[in-house]
């Protein structure tokens, strides 16, 4: 079916719907913005939109469920109006770039999809696990010699997930340093938009310049896998970049941000120190109570009725998962960090076609990390005051700009 705008993107309600609370400078930094939970008493409602649209704003679990999986909710860049304003983007936003699935519907979404699932096997992840232990504990001896004082997002939060997207692409031992640093450079929250821009073209530089490689010379690595696949070079440097923006950032964020949670539950910490096989499931707690990529914004394509309410053709949907993801209906007490809960069905990797592709290497980095850490450093803790930690408030990935922390030396 083509796709029709809304006949009027007017709201027909007494009040003037809200806008996307994003402000979280007062209270808990692991709580959703207090205007956010105030809107969550019913799981949809209207929203205005930053450019003025009128669209909708999704906070139950099961209405936020239903909107991801249903294929008539499209996920086109193109389509879609912005929930809170974002210098510098058009109007009109621009189609997905070639390789970037995330912006795509089927059929094409379903053909970079199946060929992406294939390629994450049971032998690769067992090989990327083993990767994972040892880029870890590398880590972890860096941060011991040079403690007792570090800002573990540089330390450790970073170079974990940055070594391990690394390792899936294939990029070469003498290379990665280059390559790490131009990541840092484009997910710095204080770096310029030159040196941001800057950073960016040379990653794509290389990795135009890595597929040719990996085409001449193959190794074993996904992107190598993916050369003997009808892709094209430009979606496959493409396809890179996408797993780089998708895996890296909130990958560093939920290290980070989750070692700040679980320092501030000093009783949820010690149930994972006495218990290391509590990590997968704290994990999973972690990634429902700290939700850091939030919102996802999608567009319908045609009528819709969800929740008994009709989502009009062209309007606008952005489903807030820090708010479905604290639905007490779903989660009862959902404001509590509890690492004994069975937090199964979240939505932080998404839902539907569109569940984040490294969901199950992003659970082995955090449940290998975040034991191996508190193991070394039996100690650690904040160097810094709670409120003085600074946050990534208007970041597309929360998490924290730094985190300070210090540990007892022997």
Not at 211 to 235: F, G, I, M, Q, W
Not at 336 to 364: E, N, S, Y
Request: proline content about 9%; overall charge negative; charged content about 25%.
């Amino acid at each position: 079916m083509s796709y029709e705008p809304a006949d009027a993107n007017v709201d027909t309600t007494a009040e003037e719907p809200p806008t996307l609370p994003t402000d979280r400078h007062t209270g808990c930094p692991f709580d959703p913005p207090a205007e956010l939970t105030a809107l969550s008493d019913k799981p949809l409602r209207r929203m205005r939109y930053a450019d003025g649209h009128v669209g909708w704003l999704v906070t139950g679990h099961a209405a936020g469920r239903a909107i991801l999986a249903d294929p008539r909710i499209s996920s086109r860049y193109e389509l879609m109006h912005p929930p809170i304003p974002m210098p510098g983007l058009p109007e009109q936003m621009p189609p997905a770039p070639i390789g970037d699935i995330i912006g795509l519907d089927a059929p094409e979404h379903t053909r970079y999809r199946r060929l992406l699932t294939g390629k994450f096997t049971v032998r690769r992840m067992r090989h990327l696990t083993e990767r994972v232990e040892q880029f870890t504990a590398e880590c972890l001896d860096d941060m011991e010699q040079n403690g007792p004082t570090v800002d573990l997002v540089e330390a450790f939060a970073q170079p974990v997930p940055a070594l391990m997207i690394c390792e899936l692409l294939g990029v070469p031992y003498e290379d990665r340093e280059r390559f790490q640093g131009h990541v840092v450079t484009i997910f710095d929250q204080s770096a310029g938009e030159e040196a941001k821009g800057e950073a960016y073209m040379a990653i794509l530089q290389y990795l135009n310049e890595l597929v040719l490689a990996k085409r001449a010379e193959p190794t074993d690595d996904l992107l190598s896998d993916l050369t003997t696949s009808d892709l094209t070079d430009e979606e496959l440097a493409g396809i890179g970049g996408m797993l780089l923006a998708a895996g890296m950032d909130t990958t560093a964020n939920m290290l980070s941000l989750g070692t700040f949670a679980l320092l501030s539950n000093p009783d949820q910490l010690e149930a994972l120190r006495a218990d290391s096989a509590l990590a997968a499931q704290t994990v999973e707690e972690l990634l429902r109570y700290l939700s850091v990529a939030d919102p996802l914004p999608r567009s319908a394509l045609e009528d819709v009725e969800v929740e008994g309410q009709l989502i009009k053709a062209g309007e606008s949907v952005t489903v807030s998962v820090q708010a479905t993801n604290r639905d007490p209906v779903k989660f009862p007490d959902p404001d509590r960090l509890d690492i004994h809960r069975k937090a199964t069905g979240h939505m932080a990797f998404g839902h539907g076609p569109h569940q984040c592709l490294g969901q199950q290497l992003a659970r082995v980095e955090m449940a290998v990390a975040f034991p191996a850490l508190f193991a070394r450093f039996p100690t650690l803790r904040l160097a810094v005051p709670p409120q003085e930690v600074p946050l990534r408030e208007h970041a597309n990935i929360y998490g924290v700009a730094s985190l300070p922390v210090t540990w007892d030396k022997e």
